[in-house]
């Protein structure tokens, strides 16, 4: 399962553009339909963040799902560098939310992190030198070697993310990725995906139902709300890719867009 | 043709695929199982007919099936039976009569974890049917003998779920038991047992099946009257058909009582939990 | 000093124990007229016996005979085992339809298989081993299943999500999360494995701890025949101890992370 059209091309950034049209997911239990969203479109260029926001419940986790093919959706497309998608891709990197429990306990965090990659062949001193890299990118150099259980949430979290990065997606898809951390956490992971985003240029969905967290990261909120789930609103964010936590927040610019994305929700 | 957008679009979307799959509908289950035995008995048949496996071991399905329906009209089938249960549960019965309180006691003991580890493990792992020899030198082939093997071999998991069960009776339960004096007895009946219950039973369901296996492999080797040995003499006479009719009811016997055990462990454990509500609600 | 504390504490009522029996069954011995007392013999006896017998090598011969088997039978157990309850496992349809039939197999008294087998095969070791290993198996099986079953869906996902090929799924993800309900049902298959080798050897055979317990009995040797017992419950316990410790070592990871 995986690219229908088979032309081999080159990784390059132009290549990694994610579109979405039209996209609907109806759930049918004998006799039952349940039309959890519809009619969902997204352009997400190569290096842009895009959060999804919405109340809890609304499909926010069931629309990543069917973005990174774990779900297949019952109306529209999707496509990576325009070629249509139907199932998981080497291009997209999944941060689940269960970050702890998609770790493998009997493995240390290199090993996980190197995993995937030895599914896709690449040799063991390659595949260790990615990891070690992709470790360092996220901040754990050097914490190769201690298991998932031996780490707090920040840093399994971590680890879930250099997965991701190591496996070469151009595209990380996170569901709440930071969700479950305290907030000191939470910042430094934020800061981190804000790196990740200007150092190696990938592009980044990230579904939360944190205003604040969806209205700093990304340059587009998409607001999902309405039952069947729609989306009301594609609110663009205009401050740059340098940001931090205290200037940036103080920003007119930052309360206007939380404010008009916290009024769409309430709708 | 109105189009109510309103309300969720069925008709309009295509769906591939029905999320329940036949097996899940609860004919589809019956009917799968159902199959999947038939499959089995034909396999069965087929190796019987092609003498795959020697007839002394593999008798064909239906001389089985038939031993298995005639053995029903014979007298002396529900008197072997009767006598194997009645074994079993005898000692069964002593089992619990010995090992809870026994086990009860050792829980409450923490010095007694450490002292007594060696022999519970020791015991744990002895296979008890290996007594079986000295059981004949000393008391001859009698039920009585088959009695004490049986006890011997089920008051382990008895015991050792009662000890289980009382260690993890709540300390801040017991002290406060403790601190107002209740006198021992009650403080067993109302405040220990209960609380341990849960694991005796799960001890007294694992020692239920294992009663009546220990039982059937005493008659088999030392022929002590019963459904092993009733057994036994069917492959001395050469009939394999009939012993793997005595097999097979065995394993129904088996599965029987399991499911008694079961109804009354979920009984008494909703009785409990009744009683604790009430407590509560007091 | 704490280990050694703590190797008193479990070691003083077993040596307690044993001291008494020594001397109340010497005192018995000698001051009862009971004619049936040849059968129960003072701890001397046996331990004299378990010296004679372990000197002229027979001992040795038979043990490593049973041991054989039972270690023999386990690994075909382990194998059909874990394959085939990987097998229903992976499969919802497998599980549901199957279940009866596999609890009911689970529940039928597998050591009345041993006469059957050994009947139609004779009374060599081969047939022992397929006892053991039919009899064995269930647990292992329905073990496997179970944990196949109780793989965490997160875990699931992120093999789907990461493309990983089928063989890699199975050996560095399937079956190490497996792995804690498969020891615990090697570990239940273990004491069965020990029963039925004892049932099988009393049964019909010419070799073996169990045959040499019933040789004994039938020459009316008591020392011997109780001195034979002992081992057999000896062999029991240092099979468990021995799986205990490879159980601790392959599943350190397990027991650390359930904190």
């Known amino acids: 399962m995986a690219i229908v059209d088979t032309a081999p091309a080159q990784r390059e950034k132009a290549d990694t553009r994610l579109i979405v049209k039209d996209l609907g997911k109806t759930y049918v239990t004998g006799k039952d339909a349940h039309e959890i969203f519809r009619g969902v479109e997204l352009d997400v260029e190569p290096g842009s963040i895009v959060s999804v926001v919405g109340p809890s419940g609304v499909g926010k986790t069931t629309l990543l799902r069917c973005l990174a093919g774990l779900l297949p959706a019952t109306t529209g497309t999707i496509s990576v560098g325009g070629r249509m998608v139907t199932g998981p891709v080497p291009e997209m990197g999944v941060v689940f939310q269960d970050y702890s429990r998609s770790l493998l306990p009997w493995m240390h965090s290199r090993e996980n992190v190197a995993l995937p990659l030895e599914s896709k062949g690449v040799r063991k001193a390659e595949r260790n030198r990615i990891a070690e890299e992709a470790l360092a990118a996220v901040g754990l150099e050097g914490a190769g070697h201690k298991y998932p259980w031996q780490m707090s949430g920040g840093m399994q979290q971590r680890v879930a993310i250099a997965r991701a990065i190591a496996y070469q997606a151009d595209i990380l898809l996170m569901d709440e990725p930071f969700a479950s951390v305290d907030a000191q956490t939470r910042f430094d992971l934020e800061d981190l995906a804000l790196d990740l985003r200007r150092r190696l240029g990938v592009s980044i969905v990230l579904v939360t139902h944190d205003i604040d967290e969806a209205v700093y990261l990304a340059d587009q909120v998409v607001v999902l709300s309405g039952k069947p789930a729609s989306v009301v609103d594609l609110v663009e964010v205009d401050l740059g890719t340098e940001r931090d936590q205290l200037t940036t927040k103080s920003l007119p610019a930052f309360t206007e867009a939380r404010s008009r994305v916290l009024r769409q929700i309430r709708r | 043709m109105l189009i109510d957008s309103a309300r969720p679009a069925t008709k309009a979307v295509r769906v591939p695929t029905p999320e329940t799959p036949w097996y899940r509908t609860r004919a589809g289950l019956l009917l799968g199982r159902v199959a999947v035995g038939v499959f089995l008995v034909l396999l069965w048949w087929l190796a019987d007919a092609l003498d795959v496996l020697p007839d002394t071991l593999l008798p064909s399905p239906l001389s089985v099936a038939n031993a298995f329906v005639t053995l029903t009209t014979e007298p002396d089938f529900w008197f072997a039976m009767l006598q194997t249960v009645s074994n079993a549960l005898i000692a069964l019965a002593l089992a619990l009569v010995v090992g809870i309180p026994i086990g009860l006691v050792l829980g409450l003991l923490p010095k007694a974890e450490r002292a007594t580890r060696f022999l519970l493990d020791l015991g744990r792992s002895f296979p008890v049917i290996a007594l079986l020899p000295v059981m004949i030198l000393l008391l001859g082939v009698s039920s009585q003998m088959e009695i004490l093997v049986i006890f011997l ?126 407590a509560t609600n007091a | 000093m704490k280990t050694l504390k703590a190797g008193i504490e479990q070691a003083w009522l077993p040596i307690i124990l044993v001291l008494v029996w020594w001397i109340a069954s010497e005192w ?143 050996v560095r993800v399937t079956l190490p999360a497996a792995l804690p309900q498969i020891m615990a049902g090697i570990r239940v298959s273990l004491g069965i494995a020990v029963v039925v080798m004892v049932v099988s050897e009393i049964y019909g055979s010419t070799e073996g701890i169990g045959y040499f317990i019933n040789y004994e009995k039938g020459l009316y040797r008591g020392p011997e025949t109780w001195m034979a017992t002992l081992v057999v419950g000896l062999i029991g316990y240092l099979l468990s101890l021995a799986f205990l410790l490879v159980e601790k070592t392959t599943l350190r990871w397990y027991h650390e992370s359930a904190q």
């Open chain 2, 153 to 278: 071999a089920v008051l382990w998991p008895v015991l050792l779920q009662t000890i289980y069960g009382s260690r993890r009776l709540d300390p801040v339960v017991r002290d406060t038991a403790r601190v107002y004096r209740f006198t021992l007895p009650i403080r067993f009946l109302k405040v220990l047992l209960p609380a341990a219950s849960p694991f005796i039973m799960t001890g007294i369901r694992v020692a239920g099946s294992l009663s009546i296996l220990v039982a059937m492999a005493v008659e088999l080797l030392a022929w002590t009257p019963g459904l092993g040995s009733d057994m036994g003499r069917a492959l001395v006479d050469e009939r394999p058909e009939i012993a793997l009719g005595y097999f097979f009811w065995a394993g129904v016997l088996g599965i029987a009582l399991n499911a008694l055990l079961q109804f009354l462990e979920d009984k008494i454990l909703v009785w409990n939990a009744r009683a604790d509500q009430g």
């Open chain 3, 28 to 170: 018995w011995w000698h001051s009862t007229t009971d004619p049936k007392k040849v059968f129960l013999p003072p701890l001397s006896q046996i331990w004299g016996a378990f010296v004679t017998e372990a000197a002229s090598g027979n001992l040795a011969a038979n043990t490593f005979a049973s041991l054989r088997n039972i270690l023999l039978g386990l690994l075909v157990a382990v194998v059909v085992g874990v394959a085939v309850g990987t097998a229903v496992g992976s499969s919802r349809a497998a599980r549901m339809l199957l279940n009866p039939y596999l609890q009911f197999a689970r529940s039928v008294p597998q050591v009345a298989l041993v006469p059957i087998i050994i009947g139609a095969f004779g009374l060599t070791w081969l047939p022992k081993i397929w006892a053991i290993a039919i009899a064995c198996v269930w647990p292992i099986l329905l073990n496997t299943v179970d944990g196949i079953r109780a793989i965490d869906p997160a875990v699931q996902d992120m093999t789907k999500a990461y493309q990983f090929t089928r063989p890699l799924k199975l």
